[in-house]
């Protein structure tokens, strides 16, 4: 019999807890299960037809099959984040925006009805403040590219001009012909490429994929950008609407465009064998999304950045060819009014305020 490389075993509070961290179950099993285990995992004995055994087959602890051997070059720990991690489950995936607004502002409900833990500077009497000056606004533009980059969930159905998106992926996503001249001779010439963003090791382990809804002589779909060329690519994909991409918030799905950034973690591994490197993966991808939104702030858009994805969907949609490439994270742009929620949502607080004012009334 084989044992399912994907699961653990750890205790809590006398109880024996088994978890298949690759499918997201757990199992309380009890002493006579774990035995039996034991009993696989240390002889070459056949399969027996006892109940521990039979529970143990249908739940895919062990087979009499072989399974897949596991090629993750980090340790276990890592590979049980980075599943655990992927592919979002939800009772209730939204199948359009009202439905969305509908479970949002529930979910919204549950977290206020609980006491938010407190920051540092709201806990503590902070003595021997320094006054340090707020910056000037004579900087204009850098003023208005700060303060204007915002989070927006309402779109509108506008043709984005595609220089604005060429500037936006250059300076955001491109290797910047503008830095070559200033690299040392003695790098490596497979690690030569420079973005605007800091890169662990000078990887370059993010990549992009985008998603065009409407931009100005673009056909809509989705596309690989090619950083060193700074082309697009037409995959030959039919991916589902954007918002069934994002676990149901199809308030996006006439944004203008969107990058889904991914990792290559074989890249990562080729230098980094601790897997204290996933840090940095996940750091890069966060300097990557923030240069994107504040470039695509300065060119006068709004933007929309989540990590609610179901990475099969995505990772389909997206043709990613190489098993240890994973999507981390989605950044959209385009123009819009600046609302903070959807309209459906909004329309949802508008109605329970009234009800709130109108019980306050009566009392």
Same mark, same amino acid.
């Given at each position: 019999?084989?044992?399912?490389?994907?699961?653990?075993?750890?205790?809590?509070?006398?109880?024996?807890?088994?978890?298949?961290?690759?499918?997201?179950?757990?199992?309380?099993?009890?002493?006579?299960? @774990? *035995?039996?285990? =034991?009993?696989?995992?240390?002889?070459?004995?056949? #399969?027996?037809? /006892?109940?521990?055994?039979? !529970?143990? %087959?249908?739940?895919?602890?062990?087979?009499?099959?072989?399974?897949?051997?596991?090629?993750?070059?980090?340790?276990?720990?890592?590979?049980?984040?980075?599943?655990?991690?992927?592919?979002?489950?939800?009772?209730i995936t939204p199948k359009n925006r009202k439905e969305w607004a509908d479970v949002y502002l529930e979910s919204c409900k549950l977290t206020l009805s609980k006491?938010?833990?407190?920051?540092?500077?709201?806990?503590?009497?902070?003595?021997?403040?320094?006054?340090?000056?707020?910056?000037?606004?004579?900087?204009?533009?850098?003023?208005?590219?700060?303060?204007?980059?915002?989070?927006?969930?309402?779109?509108?159905?506008?043709?984005?001009?595609?220089?604005?998106?060429?500037?936006?992926?250059?300076?955001?996503?491109?290797?910047?012909?503008?830095?070559?001249?200033? @690299? *040392?001779?003695? =790098?490596?010439?497979?690690?030569?490429?420079?973005? #605007?963003?800091? /890169?662990?090791?000078?990887? !370059?382990? %993010?990549?992009?994929?985008?998603?065009?809804?409407?931009?100005?002589?673009?056909?809509?779909?989705?596309?690989?950008?090619?950083?060193?060329?700074?082309?697009?690519?037409?995959?030959?994909?039919?991916?589902?609407?954007?918002?069934?991409?994002?676990?149901?918030?199809?308030?996006?799905?006439?944004?203008?465009?969107?990058?889904?950034?991914?990792?290559?973690?074989?890249?990562?591994?080729?230098?980094?064998?601790?897997?204290?490197?996933?840090?940095?993966?996940?750091?890069?991808?966060?300097?990557?999304?923030?240069?994107?939104?504040?470039?695509?702030?300065?060119?006068?858009?709004?933007?929309?950045?989540?990590?609610?994805?179901?990475?099969?969907?995505?990772?389909?949609?997206?043709?990613?060819?190489?098993?240890?490439?994973?999507?981390?994270?989605?950044?959209?742009?385009?123009?819009?009014?600046?609302?903070?929620?959807?309209?459906?949502?909004?329309?949802?607080?508008?109605?329970?305020?009234?009800?709130?004012?109108?019980?306050?009334?009566?009392?």
């Amino acid at each position: 019999m084989n044992i399912n490389p994907n699961i653990f075993i750890y205790f809590d509070n006398q109880n024996i807890v088994l978890w298949d961290y690759l499918n997201h179950r757990q199992f309380h099993i009890d002493r006579a299960h @774990l *035995e039996k285990i =034991i009993e696989y995992l240390t002889t070459q004995i056949d #399969s027996d037809d /006892s109940i521990q055994t039979n !529970n143990l %087959i249908q739940n895919d602890v062990i087979s009499k099959e072989p399974y897949i051997k596991n090629k993750w070059s980090w340790d276990v720990l890592a590979r049980i984040f980075h599943t655990g991690t992927s592919n979002l489950e939800f009772d209730i995936t939204p199948k359009n925006r009202k439905e969305w607004a509908d479970v949002y502002l529930e979910s919204c409900k549950l977290t206020l009805s609980k006491p938010s833990p407190k920051l540092r500077f709201e806990e503590e009497d902070l003595c021997n403040p320094i006054r340090i000056p707020y910056p000037s606004q004579n900087s204009s533009e850098l003023h208005e590219v700060f303060t204007s980059r915002k989070t927006v969930r309402e779109f509108e159905d506008r043709a984005l001009e595609n220089f604005k998106l060429g500037t936006i992926l250059y300076y955001g996503l491109g290797y910047l012909r503008e830095r070559e001249v200033s @690299l *040392e001779e003695h =790098i490596p010439s497979n690690m030569r490429y420079r973005r #605007s963003s800091p /890169s662990g090791g000078g990887l !370059n382990s %993010i990549e992009g994929y985008l998603y065009i809804g409407n931009v100005v002589g673009i056909e809509p779909g989705i596309y690989y950008y090619n950083p060193l060329k700074h082309t697009l690519h037409k995959l030959d994909t039919a991916p589902p609407s954007l918002g069934d991409l994002m676990s149901g918030q199809h308030f996006i799905d006439n944004i203008a465009f969107g990058v889904f950034l991914t990792c290559r973690f074989d890249r990562m591994w080729w230098k980094y064998f601790h897997s204290r490197a996933y840090r940095v993966a996940l750091m890069e991808a966060g300097h990557i999304s923030q240069s994107l939104q504040l470039l695509a702030a300065n060119e006068g858009l709004q933007t929309w950045v989540s990590g609610a994805f179901a990475d099969d969907l995505v990772s389909k949609a997206i043709d990613l060819r190489n098993e240890f490439e994973n999507p981390l994270l989605f950044v959209g742009a385009g123009y819009s009014q600046g609302n903070t929620f959807s309209k459906e949502l909004e329309e949802l607080l508008n109605n329970h305020q009234d009800k709130k004012n109108g019980l306050n009334e009566q009392n």
